[in-house]
């Protein structure tokens, strides 16, 4: 079902006492003023929160922060999360920089198609953060999607029928991108050595580290997931990493996961974000998917990326 603005969507933004929010678009994401995230109230802090689990993603515009501040910030959410593919900084291990290079010309970047953040883990992190430091003129935007407004949007027969499934996320199919991207430009591969560990690789020109074979065997989760803070129920599927569903053959869950995951990406339940420099964004896996786009080519792009423990969905 294509939906064409419904008119019974709320993304209005409530009466906060210590910030003030400004929805972006009718599905979901707002934006966040009268903050200075570096010298933030444990009250801001508590309103800040709500607003995520309200819009999904939120972002904030001209914020000053060292990665001492973006590390305080993502820890008042909870511990740092497990990034499967990005290297932290040397003195800020869990600051992961996300860079293009203007000459950097790439058929994948980092982040590219539609996904929730590293489903394949056990316990994929529960919220990501990123800090817009040096930001193309045009293009560069990332686009999110509202999970949850998707699931609300399902016929009842439907969403009886998707309750008990797991949907297993793997990488195996990013790997072999990765694989295949690298073989065409010359790129050291990693596949000679593809036993478990920790492998170096590239995406987009960025240096990552992928652990191939648990990345590949990934985990089974609830293709229906149930939001731990606010009970809300999203669907929990992608175009990236949803590679089956548990006990349907290949041609069965085929169909339902492409469904599903076209249902989602529909225009009526996006918001999308031009960014720019000292922008600093904030969403919540567990009720969103995004996707960044590879189209600035000639221009650099640099981010500095946090993300929080997440739990096993459930
Ligand atoms: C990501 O998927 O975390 C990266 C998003 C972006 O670079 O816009």
Redesign the pocket.
């Known amino acids: 079902m294509r939906l064409q603005p419904t008119g019974k969507f709320d993304n209005s933004a409530k009466a906060y006492d210590h910030i003030a929010v400004a929805p972006l678009a009718a599905a979901m994401g707002a934006r966040i003023d009268g903050v200075d995230l570096s010298a933030l109230t444990d009250a801001q802090f508590d309103e800040i929160a709500d607003a995520l689990y309200r819009h999904k993603m939120i972002y904030f515009r001209d914020q000053q922060i060292s990665h001492a501040d973006q590390e305080a910030f993502t820890r008042r959410f909870g511990d740092f999360g497990t990034d499967a593919y990005t290297k932290g900084l040397a003195d800020h291990p869990n600051i992961q920089p996300?860079v293009k290079e203007a000459e950097t010309k790439t058929k994948m970047i980092?982040?590219e198609g539609w996904?929730t953040?590293s489903p394949f883990l056990a316990r994929p992190p529960a919220i990501?953060m990123?800090y817009g430091v040096d930001i193309p003129p045009y293009g560069g935007d990332?686009i999110w999607a509202n999970t949850e407004l998707a699931y609300d949007y399902l016929s009842d027969t439907m969403k009886t029928m998707l309750a008990p499934l797991k949907v297993h996320m793997s990488a195996i199919a990013v790997i072999g991108m990765i694989d295949r991207t690298n073989r065409e430009t010359g790129a050291p591969a990693p596949e000679a050595n593809a036993e478990a560990g920790p492998q170096q690789t590239k995406i987009g020109g960025m240096a990552i580290d992928i652990e191939r074979q648990s990345m590949i065997e990934g985990s089974y989760h609830p293709l229906v997931r149930t939001h731990p803070v606010t009970g809300r129920k999203a669907l929990y599927v992608e175009a990236t990493y949803s590679q089956g569903i548990e006990g349907l053959t290949e041609e069965e869950a085929k169909p339902l996961l492409e469904f599903l995951a076209a249902h989602i990406t529909q225009a009526s339940f996006t918001c999308r974000l031009h960014w720019k420099a000292n922008s600093f964004v904030v969403w919540d896996n567990r009720s969103c998917l995004?996707h960044?786009f590879n189209d600035y080519d000639g221009h650099r792009r640099e981010?500095y990326?946090t993300t929080v423990e997440g739990e096993a969905p459930v």
């Open positions: 996300v980092f982040g996904h953040d990501s990123l990332t995004h960044a981010m990326r």
